[in-house]
């Protein structure tokens, strides 16, 4: 055979010519066309050497392995989505017609190419294509295409089901690992479990975008590969434990933390003390507070974890019923490649002056939340002990100024008059004299003469002007009053309560918990039918659930209430639907999610599918069905049409 050097061959050749077995100078069309596509690749001309190999595999098949390579990393190095899309397409042909795979190298290069152009549904089809035949990634690379995919929604929910596949095929591994086969899957385990940043990355996007229900989920395969939560997993923890109301959990995190480590955890604080005004705990919010004032030098730590090298374990959930479990975190290890900022915050702790404090917000929620309670007595305490830490009383002049400029004059007076009782430094004279012209103007001549009477003894002079600069704080009281703080309050209560029940399998009392919040009238949220839906699935107890979807959930979300269509939710229900082989159920649940333009992830729930119940129906006879039956299966041979299954399901029934 003659030797073919690069560019031997005319460039007018076409490819719709390649139909021509040999050519009159003895070279085959199948070597022209390798030519060609080799010539095209080291050029990085993309547009020809995709037309050429799809001549050369309508005629020959795909061409060497060594050569898809080539042109993959070619195409991967294209900042065109469409030869990125391209490059997609040719994997998904190979894994179609089971053929040889290109290098995982070159599939794992591909998908942080499309993970980099946000492409993220091609991505994950590369990465999903990876692990499924068995091959690894370095950690590294993992958090390389993560970083990218996480940066949206879809890609969100994307990563966090790979994650899952990742730790479940760890895991796997991980209980082969006995008797001679032992020291071969050590090293294998090492290469594929994943590290305390891929955690990190895919959790703090679960908060971003409001995947509650899969965190947790996350969160407890983290405990069962062993990994180690760090600072930033903490704090992202602490995020995910405020949005499911889990106010001991995130306690439990903050014992951990050690004294001398408090302004790492702002995040962590912040949660806790939100969930505290949202339990409408006004003692606790106080205390926290004034820890934080403090600089924590009251508070009694445990032990001084800081001072520990080695993991701690931290309590989640109750450890009375056997319902908890415990996670390792290492709370002073803080990393350098990641750090947790996530873009909605409470805006209720800031760090200054080398330590952490609350916000004027804050100090607004504990405010209005003292008067809601006819606490004033308390909040006058509070402020005295605030100014004996901080040597300052502007911040009482500021409260006071902002109950008067509320009309609340009596709130105002009563801070007064307790702060009188105190030997500190005299509040400002325009304030008592702001208060005693309030008053005067609402011709309440007896109260007037009360302040009046305040101010000679204290020998403040009644001032010509109270020309007072706008008040911030004032603004935000007002804001906080028009929130229904009671009714929130309750609801995170009795969904604390739902929460407990379910994690102990008691669906009755959590079903009671449920009929008593409709009794106050008070509407469910998403979280509360999560957890019932998480209780039943438990017990395997699918029919309840089924039951649950067709009443009160379809109630509530067609009531036009709060409460929408939750994706967290619905894809519980897609879970449990499949799990219980409610197929009916699971394409009203899809019909739904289509509806409000949701994300659906086919490849979990068919994976899902194949776990369960690849062999479903598959030796049923046309003799042995009933109507029921066959309305059954037509729901199953919908659902395998729509996750893509091209196996038919007992042709005999066709």
């Not at 071969?184 to 996007?205: A, E, G, I, M, Y």
């Not at 996350?218 to 889990?246: F, K, P």
């Not at 400002?428 to 012209?437: C, D, E, G, K």
Request: hydrophobic share 40%; glycine share 4%; net charge positive.
């Amino acid at each position: 055979m003659v030797q073919i050097e690069r560019n031997a061959f005319p460039r007018y050749l076409s490819s719709t010519t390649t139909h021509i077995e040999k050519l009159s100078w003895g070279f085959s069309s199948s070597t022209i066309l390798l030519t060609k596509l080799v010539n095209s690749i080291e050029e990085s001309n993309t547009d020809v050497a995709w037309e050429t190999l799809k001549d050369y595999k309508r005629l020959y098949g795909f061409p060497k392995k060594s050569i898809l390579n080539r042109l993959l990393i070619t195409l991967s190095y294209s900042s065109d989505h469409r030869s990125l899309t391209r490059a997609h397409d040719l994997v998904n042909e190979i894994v179609k017609e089971k053929s040889d795979l290109p290098h995982h190298g070159s599939l794992v290069r591909l998908s942080l190419a499309l993970a980099r152009a946000q492409i993220p549904v091609p991505a994950s089809n590369i990465l999903r294509v990876v692990v499924e035949n068995d091959r690894f990634v370095s950690m590294d690379m993992w958090s390389a295409i993560f970083l990218h995919m996480v940066k949206t929604d879809i890609g969100s929910c994307l990563a966090s089901g790979i994650l899952i596949e990742i730790c479940e095929c760890f895991l796997q591994h991980h209980h082969k690992c006995t008797g001679n086969k032992m020291k071969k899957n050590v090293h294998r385990n090492k290469l594929l479990k994943p590290d305390t940043t891929l955690f990190n990355l895919v959790l703090s996007s679960c908060v971003e975008f409001g995947s509650i229900a899969k965190a947790h989920r996350i969160i407890h395969l983290m405990r069962l590969v062993g990994v180690v939560a760090n600072a930033d997993s903490i704090n992202i923890i602490a995020h995910i434990y405020e949005m499911n109301g889990q106010r001991q959990d995130v306690l439990n995190l903050e014992e951990h933390v050690g004294s001398s480590s408090h302004r790492h955890y702002l995040q962590l604080y912040e949660c806790l003390l939100n969930l505290h005004f949202k339990f409408n705990d006004i003692d606790a919010a106080a205390n926290l507070m004034m820890d934080m004032h403090t600089g924590f030098k009251s508070c009694s730590v445990a032990v001084e974890n800081h001072e520990m090298k080695m993991p701690q374990q931290v309590q989640v959930g109750s450890c009375n019923l056997m319902i908890g479990y415990r996670m390792l975190v290492e709370p002073n290890k803080f990393p350098n490649d990641f750090l947790f900022r996530p873009r909605k915050t409470f805006g209720l702790v800031v760090f200054k002056d080398g330590k952490l404090v609350p916000t004027r917000k804050a100090i607004a929620k504990l405010i209005n939340a003292s008067i809601r309670g006819d606490r004033i007595g308390e909040l006058s305490d509070f402020l005295v002990d605030l100014i004996h830490v901080e040597k300052d009383n502007d911040l009482v002049s500021e409260v006071v100024e902002s109950c008067i400029r509320l009309g609340w004059l009596e709130i105002a007076h009563d801070i007064l008059d307790h702060f009188k009782l105190t030997k500190l430094p005299l509040i400002n004279s325009s304030i008592y004299t702001y208060l005693y012209r309030e008053y005067n103007k609402k011709n309440r001549a007896q109260e007037a003469k009360l302040v009046l009477r305040d101010m000679k003894q204290l020998n403040l002079p009644i001032e010509i002007s109270t020309n007072l600069e706008k008040c911030y704080l004032s603004e935000l009281m007002e804001k906080e009053m028009t929130k229904p703080i009671e009714a929130e309050s309750l609801l995170y209560e009795l969904n604390s309560s739902i929460f407990f029940f379910c994690k102990a399998k008691m669906m009755e009392d959590a079903m009671r918990t449920l009929r008593k919040m409709e009794a106050r009238n008070i509407q469910p949220n998403s979280q509360t039918f999560i957890h019932l839906v998480n209780g039943y699935s438990s017990l395997e107890m699918y029919r309840e659930i089924t039951i649950l979807w067709g009443g009160e959930i379809k109630r509530v979300m067609e009531g036009g209430g709060c409460m929408v269509a939750n994706k967290d939710l619905l894809d519980c229900l897609l879970f449990n639907f499949i799990a219980g082989g409610y197929f009916e159920r699971v394409m009203e649940v899809v019909s739904c999610m289509n509806g409000f333009n949701m994300y659906i992830d086919k490849w979990v729930y068919r994976r899902e599918f194949l776990k369960r119940h690849r062999s479903l129906y598959k030796n049923l006879r046309t003799s042995e069905t009933s109507e029921v039956q066959k309305k059954r299966l037509d729901h199953v041979r919908t659902f395998r049409r729509w996750v893509g299954i091209d196996v038919k399901i007992s042709s005999c029934l066709s």
